[in-house]
């Protein structure tokens, strides 16, 4: 047993590797115990010191060719803790991405009855993991119709089936229909998804955030729409702006500064307020921060009602109070919290106010480096 114990570790890898050549390029039914242990360099009799039959092989080939995938998915499912959502999207787009890198490397060699059984392989490993996913989303205030754990087959069997079985083409001509069938699952309309997944936007939408900003700049001093725009137009370089589009345009953002960890602009517009917005900016702009990164943001002081909702949801999500200072003449407060290793663990109590994340609120601008703040 000693012995065994003590070869495991190499030959044992060394056979399913070759066994896993061979079933790419051969298929299970032409792929024999010999032709395997020849490209492995052992004898027939090695074979059997390991593996009971060609089946225990296939198996274990399989694991050897899904282990750095699964690494891969298990990682973006941890994610959902620090950025819930951009999670099942970040999911399917992996999923897409190594399906379009298989088949560049395989498409000429594979054998179909392999193509089929990963294919199959892969839709069972992945379902847990997405299950994982919409299980956060879910804490987070999502309501889904079904349940959560036929939610998860039909998301793995019906969009992680087609991103397996068409090619890019074919998914990239259909994408609106699929985020249509990917909402219908979850309960929310195209309106409604728009306001739930926060992007990047594009250097053609710097204007459109100006927009945003000075349809309310009449709640915060210190705004030139001209500076504005290049200061966005930077941080838009910099991968430092995240927005929520809705009906064509902006319909909230946020910005922040990864070298002064400082959350620097927040705005939503009228018409997308009391639908959670701001939480869920704010919340994916603090996972662009490694976790417990210690981050700050200036909103108005106790007492004044532009700042009221503000520091409820800075509270919300563990931010504490901090110096008090002055800008551009008005009595500011700085708000210090932590990039959250798990966003469910680090929610406080729920505020006074239970429209925290609804209502419309103001940050000022910084003195130095800083963008307008507003929200």
């Given amino acids: 047993m000693a012995r065994k114990a003590a070869a495991d570790g190499g030959k044992r890898e060394q056979i399913a590797a070759a066994a896993l050549e061979c079933f790419l390029e051969k298929g299970y039914d032409g792929t024999s115990v010999r032709s395997i242990m020849k490209k492995a360099g052992g004898e027939i009799g090695l074979f059997y010191y390991y593996f009971q039959s060609k089946d225990d092989v296939f198996e274990k080939a399989l694991e050897l060719f899904?282990?750095?995938y699964q690494r891969d998915f298990a990682e973006i499912a941890d994610s959902v803790y620090r950025d819930p959502f951009r999670a099942l999207t970040r999911f399917f787009k992996y999923m897409q991405e190594e399906t379009i890198r298989f088949r560049e490397r395989y498409a000429d060699k594979i054998h179909r009855t392999v193509r089929w059984a990963i294919r199959e392989r892969t839709l069972t490993i992945v379902t847990p993991y997405i299950r994982e996913i919409l299980g956060v989303v879910?804490?987070?205030?999502a309501r889904l119709p079904l349940d959560i754990d036929v939610a998860a087959v039909m998301l793995a069997h019906g969009v992680?089936?087609?991103?397996?079985?068409?090619?890019s083409c074919w998914m990239?001509?259909?994408i609106v229909e699929v985020k249509k069938a990917v909402h219908l699952i979850l309960?929310?309309?195209l309106e409604q998804a728009e306001l739930l997944f926060p992007v990047y936007p594009d250097k053609e939408e710097a204007a459109s955030i100006a927009d945003l900003a000075q349809a309310m700049q009449e709640y915060y001093p210190g705004f030139e729409r001209e500076d504005f725009v290049q200061q966005i137009a930077e941080k838009l370089e910099k991968k430092e702006v995240l927005a929520i589009r809705y009906q064509g345009s902006i319909g909230g953002c946020i910005a922040f500064s990864h070298e002064r960890r400082e959350i620097d602009f927040l705005a939503v517009r009228p018409d997308c307020r009391k639908r959670g917005v701001a939480m869920h900016l704010l919340i994916t702009a603090m996972a662009e921060f490694p976790a417990d990164t210690e981050l700050s943001v200036v909103t108005y002081r106790e007492g004044d009602p532009l700042g009221a909702a503000a520091r409820c949801l800075y509270r919300k999500l563990g931010f504490r109070e901090g110096e008090l200072l002055t800008a551009f003449g008005?009595?500011?407060q700085r708000f210090v919290g932590t990039a959250p290793a798990n966003v469910l663990e680090s929610r406080k109590l729920p505020c006074v106010d239970s429209e925290y994340e609804n209502a419309?609120?103001?940050d000022m601008m910084r003195e130095e480096g800083g963008l307008t703040n507003a929200k």
């Fill in 360 to 362: 419309c609120h103001y």
């Fill in 160 to 167: 992680g089936s087609m991103i397996l079985h068409e090619d």
């Fill in 172 to 174: 990239e001509n259909r």
């Fill in 138 to 141: 879910a804490e987070l205030g």
């Fill in 330 to 332: 008005y009595p500011c």
């Fill in 66 to 68: 899904f282990s750095g």
């Fill in 187 to 189: 309960g929310t309309s």
